[in-house]
């Protein structure tokens, strides 16, 4: 079980981790709150319903890793691109779904990286540190979108795109002395994790 998620009854999966890695998780997931921002809440006499209705931004994000997160719809490296639209059509056409979804969108990504926050400190570490983390299926659901989120994250900041198969390689010959080494490791590490998750789930 050390390394990878292993399957548990009910649609489970579990995993050993030692000190250092729930540190890592950890740190990593509020990271990744904070990134993402704090969730909308009524202001004092608002109607809480209207709120509910509340229209999001037109304009992607202008940091690289939100603009990874939370992509146009249409167009764009991670668009879909409808036939027979221009350019400007399509980027009406992404403000016009960004309003209305990217509110829904930052709030889920946020509940996941929760969840990792939340199951990491329910844990019980053995004298060494080490413990067993356990996630029921919904939590494995937000785990997996969380890993997928970070790594998205960490991805855009060593300028890796979603078709680099071969830029995965060459991270993996990178110097101990290249200051990107320590966000490399994350990096992979979370992506076996992401990887024995989906495999357990798909069981």
């Given amino acids: 079980m050390a390394g990878h998620f292993e399957a548990t009854p009910g649609g489970g999966a579990a995993v050993a981790l030692d000190e250092v890695e729930i540190s890592i998780l950890r740190s990593l997931a509020v990271q990744l709150l904070e990134l993402i921002g704090p969730g909308e809440t009524p202001a004092d006499g608002e109607d809480p319903l209207a709120a509910l209705f509340a229209e ?3 304009k992607p994000p202008s940091d690289p890793a939100l603009a990874r997160l939370f992509p146009d719809a249409y167009g764009g490296p991670d668009g879909a691109a409808p036939e027979a639209k221009s350019e400007e059509e399509l980027r009406a056409l992404s403000a016009e779904f960004r309003r209305f979804t990217e509110i829904d969108l930052r709030s889920r990504k946020r509940e996941d990286a929760l969840a990792v926050v939340r199951t990491l400190d329910a844990l019980s570490p053995a004298g060494d540190g080490a413990a067993v983390l356990t996630l029921t299926a919904d939590e494995c659901r937000s785990w997996l979108g969380s890993l997928n989120d970070l790594r998205l994250t960490i991805g855009t900041r ?20 290249d200051p990107r080494k320590p966000m490399v490791m994350a990096y992979l590490w979370l992506g076996a994790l992401q990887e024995t998750l989906v495999e357990t789930l798909m069981q």
């Fill in 56 to 58: 999001g931004p037109s």
């Fill in 158 to 177: 060593l300028d890796v795109s979603d078709e680099g198969e071969g830029e995965e390689g060459s991270l993996y010959r990178l110097p101990d002395s």
